[in-house]
């Protein structure tokens, strides 16, 4: 059975869930809204499985739905089709936990304008978990992605020099009991490719079930 929390989080960020079989192209507000980092995602979507929902702006339902009937092309054409030809699309797997692994804290909880932290993780606007080494300085991190009040997602990145000492899953695992505590249910969305951090996902506790999520996203 899905997660309650899940549940409502997909039907507020995508403007609907669950879904019969196929893929089915809605319409939602939130889409011209700018989302957690100030910037809009145009387009979203999360199959699950055999099922799947793409939420678009509302004015774009007819092109993208023109689009779906040709499923070879949606993905190369999606971007012009939601007004942003520029941008790319992002094609990830999806995944979630209710049950974060049971590994040790290893991270502090610092403002995100904490000196000494990457570009990426001062667009958050609230605490981020950070690992410093000895003398200060930046070896990995975790910002929370707050879609909506049902929904967390998690991003995580780690320097090139502290790769290897599970740090990433390590965050990632306690940044997730933050976000069930706070009532909500952590995501994590990766490329397909990157075999790093799925075996980061994997090691926090976050199981592949086949679920898939692209959308048309700033670089």
């Known amino acids: 059975m899905l997660d309650r929390r899940l549940h409502l989080h997909l039907a507020t960020w995508l403007g609907q869930w669950p879904a019969g079989p196929g893929l089915h192209v809605v319409g939602s507000g939130r889409r011209t809204r700018p989302a957690w980092d100030g910037r809009p995602r145009p387009a979203i979507a999360v199959h699950a499985r055999a099922s799947g929902v793409l939420s678009v702006a509302p004015d774009r339902v007819a092109a993208v739905r023109e ?11 999606l971007p012009a089709a939601v007004g942003y030809p520029r941008w790319a699309v992002h094609d990830d797997v999806f995944r979630w936990s209710v049950a ?33 080494d000895h003398r200060g300085r930046y ?81």
Do not use: C, M
């Not at 689009?67 to 054409?77: E, F, S, T, W, Y």
């Not at 040790?104 to 410093?132: Q, Y």
């Open 67 to 77: 689009l779906v009937r040709r499923p070879d092309g949606l993905l190369n054409a």
């Open 139 to 219: 070896l990995a991190g975790v910002g929370i992605k707050r879609h909506d009040r049902h929904g967390h997602e998690l991003a995580v990145g780690t320097v090139p020099a502290a790769r290897g000492r599970g740090l990433a899953r390590r965050l990632v695992a306690q940044a997730a009991r933050r976000v069930l505590d706070d009532g909500a249910v952590p995501t994590y969305l990766h490329d397909r490719r990157n075999g790093a951090s799925a075996r980061v996902a994997e090691a926090a506790g976050f199981p592949d079930r086949g679920w898939r999520s692209y959308g048309v996203y700033p670089s």
């Open 100 to 132: 974060p692994a049971d590994l040790p804290d290893v991270g502090e909880w610092a403002p995100p304008t904490t000196p000494g932290l990457p570009s990426w993780l001062r667009l958050f606007d609230r605490s981020v978990l950070i690992v410093r």
